[in-house]
């Protein structure tokens, strides 16, 4: 996914990033693997941000980062990594002086119905999860 997920940042770029981003998981589970998705999406959006011009001219102030499962999977545990991963896009020793807020929240449903507002979604991933339907349409 990692490839995938990196070439669509790279033409949300090219198209013009909104001032607040935001991506999605649908069916993060839990475990290492939850925030393993939206991690490598947020490296890409800092490596673009940080990047050379334009796309260090791009502004991108929020990242709002929503992880989606079913009600009856264990966010607990699916959040244990979330610790790790804002020390990993921390900007505190970094020497760099921009960086957008990350703001991560859990989405509990199913991806068969509406999930989020209107417009607030730019990238969406998903992984895995065909084979383990709740449900066949
Ligand atoms: C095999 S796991 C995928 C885990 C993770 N995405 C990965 O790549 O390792 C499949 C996940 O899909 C979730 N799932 C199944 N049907 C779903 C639905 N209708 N809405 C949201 N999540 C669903 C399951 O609860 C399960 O956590």
Redesign the pocket.
């Known amino acids: 996914m990692k490839p995938l997920i990196e070439a669509a940042v790279v033409d949300m770029f090219e198209a013009g990033l909104p001032a607040r981003f935001g991506v999605a ?6 475990g290492p ?2 925030l ?2 939206i991690s490598t999406a947020i490296n890409a959006v800092h490596h673009h941000l940080l990047g050379p011009a334009p796309a260090a001219a791009s502004r991108c102030d929020e990242l709002t980062v929503l992880l ?3 009600p ?2 264990d966010f607990t545990s699916a959040m244990t990594g979330l610790p790790l991963l804002r020390q990993k896009h921390s900007v505190v020793g970094s020497g760099v002086d921009y960086w957008p807020g990350v703001f991560v929240s859990v989405v509990p ?4 119905g509406r999930l989020f507002p209107e417009r607030t979604m730019h990238l969406v991933c ?4 065909l ?5 066949v349409c």
Request: aromatic share 14%; proline share 0%.
């Open positions: 998981d649908l069916d993060c589970a839990s693997n939850a393993a998705l989606n499962d079913l009856t999977n449903g199913t991806f068969y998903s992984s895995f999860s084979h383990w339907l709740s449900k």
